[in-house]
């Protein structure tokens, strides 16, 4: 008995080779990133002063999220725009914390309450293909709650950055929930796997 040969069709797409550069760029890149990291700080220790160093290792981190860092689950749009305002966020902290001035509390909220206009819009304004999207979003907005809460308590200061940051991520909350209310709670529940 003769055993009939198999038709196999493949479906994923043929590799195409690569140089070695384009292959290994992302290696090449953290590579050059961690040696000016290090560099910046050998030379730190060695001038003294200020730790300037950790300034600049903070700003080629930002630029790492920014420009490199692709994240296996969920690397969208919304995702990449969340990453780079918290990143931006935390980097302007460390700044403040290094340099000193007090500005940061001032600061961090105006470029929260932006990250989150930028990605509520896109999100609202493409909803059916964003939808599954939600959940950085969602931290961001949760973020923006947190930082009213700690103004409202007396934790920080409480100004005009700050109420924006709220009235923005209430705003969104809001918008959301009345305009997509069925279909977040389905992808809320798919997220909390319900």
């Known amino acids: 008995m003769q055993i009939p040969k198999m038709q196999v069709h493949v479906t994923y797409p043929e590799l195409t080779p690569h140089s070695f550069w384009r292959r290994n760029s992302r290696e090449l ?8 990291a290090y560099a910046c700080g050998l030379i730190n220790i060695v ?11 903070g700003g080629l981190m930002v630029l790492w999220v920014a420009f490199f860092y692709r994240p296996l689950v969920e690397h969208t749009a919304i995702k990449k725009m969340t990453d780079v305002g918290a990143a931006v966020c935390l980097y302007l902290f460390l700044l403040d914390w290094v340099f000193g001035g007090g500005w940061s509390s001032f600061v961090v909220p105006i470029v929260l309450f932006a ?13 059916k293909k964003q939808k599954r999207n939600f959940l950085p979003l969602f931290e961001l907005t949760l973020g923006g709650f947190v930082a ?16 924006v940051v709220g ?20 992808e809320f529940g798919k997220k909390m796997h319900r």
């Open 167 to 186: 009235s923005v991520s209430l705003a969104l909350v809001v918008l959301t929930a009345a305009l997509h209310w069925k279909e977040i709670r389905v």
């Open 29 to 36: 890149m953290r590579g050059i990133f961690v040696f000016l």
């Open 115 to 127: 990250g989150l206009i930028i990605a509520g819009t896109f999100f609202l304004a493409y909803f």
């Open 47 to 57: 001038i003294g002063g200020i730790p300037w160093a950790v300034g600049a290792i």
């Open 148 to 163: 009213i809460f700690c103004g409202l308590v007396g934790w920080s200061r409480l100004d005009w950055p700050l109420i």
